[in-house]
């Protein structure tokens, strides 16, 4: 009988490959019969480590954020595209803001925002303004000079 489907383990069995060895310090969750690694929710929350600056991740629609401000945000975002403000949000689109002698410097831009008009501008939200955060600011504004980078606070 031919098998249509075949699982991460039954694959990498049938390859001589072994089984997956999650990297150092990455906690792996429960894999299905797929091999499709599903995130552990029985851990408790309590026991993940707090952020550096103080946000707590925030799920929204099946998103998660990386700050509460960030998701109501996007909340807002949302309401807008529904009045019809707006005809587009794209989550952590990343730009590339330098590129030669082997460096390369990527910002994930929080949101990109299409109007109706066809203009497009990149929201981002900040809680804390650090240094590397200001100094992706000042190349993204010279690399990028046409596009509008809104930092909402």
């Not at 990498?12 to 089984?19: A, D, F, I, M």
């Not at 595209?81 to 910002?107: C, H, P, S, W």
């Not at 929080?110 to 650090?130: N, S």
Request: net charge positive; hydrophobic share 40%.
């Amino acid at each position: 009988m031919l098998q249509e489907r075949m699982s991460l383990s039954q694959y990498r069995k049938e390859l001589g490959l072994g089984p997956v060895i999650p990297a150092a310090g990455m906690k792996m969750g429960s894999m299905d019969d797929h091999g499709v690694i599903h995130k552990d929710k029985s851990a408790p929350e309590g026991k993940q480590r707090p952020s550096k600056y103080g946000a707590n991740k925030t799920w929204v629609n099946g998103i998660c954020f990386d700050s509460k401000g960030e998701a109501e945000y996007y909340q807002d975002l949302l309401f807008r595209m529904l009045a019809g403000d707006i005809v587009g949000i794209g989550r952590q689109v990343e730009f590339i803001l330098l590129d030669g002698d082997g460096t390369v410097i990527k910002y994930k831009a929080d949101f990109v925002v299409w109007f109706p008009d066809g203009r497009a501008e990149v929201h981002e939200f900040k809680g804390m303004e650090l240094p590397a955060w200001l100094l992706k600011e000042k190349l993204f504004r010279a690399r990028f000079p046409r596009i509008p980078l809104i930092v909402v606070k």
